[in-house]
């Protein structure tokens, strides 16, 4: 398994993003998705997960803003952010588990991305 993000860059505070992730290695049937963040001296922070039906959850602090989706055959997750403010400028990361649910909890999840870099300049 393999997860590899793309799309990432420096965005204006207010603009818009979206960021990928290619899978690769399995059919993802029965795997849930998400996408998570670190800002630097922070702790990792779940945002936005997936589970094999397509049922979503979202941190509080993306709800509204941020839009996690896969295209039909899974081979690809996107995240798409809105409205960027300064605190979402963090190293994003994809992860995958094989599991039913989409706990927004970055100790479920197996695999990982390497990350991709999101600067959000007020």
């Known amino acids: 398994v393999q997860l590899v993000e793309s799309g990432g860059g420096s965005v204006q505070a207010g603009g818009s993003l979206r960021i990928s992730c290619a899978a690769y290695?399995?059919?993802?049937?029965?795997?849930?998705m998400g996408w998570f963040r670190q800002a630097p001296g922070k702790e990792r922070e779940e945002i936005a997960t997936?589970?094999?039906?397509?049922?979503?959850n979202y941190a509080d602090s993306v709800k509204g803003r941020f839009t996690i989706s896969q295209d039909n055959r899974k081979v690809n997750l996107y995240l798409q952010m809105n409205d960027l403010r300064s605190e979402d400028t963090a190293m994003y990361y994809c992860?995958?588990?094989?599991?039913?649910?989409?706990?927004?909890?970055?100790?479920?999840?197996?695999?990982w991305g390497p990350g991709i870099q999101v600067t959000v300049s007020s």
């Open positions: 992860a995958a588990a094989l599991r039913g649910g989409a706990p927004l909890d970055d100790s479920q999840y197996d695999y």
């Open positions: 290695g399995t059919n993802w049937v029965g795997w849930c």
């Open positions: 997936i589970d094999g039906l397509g049922n979503t």
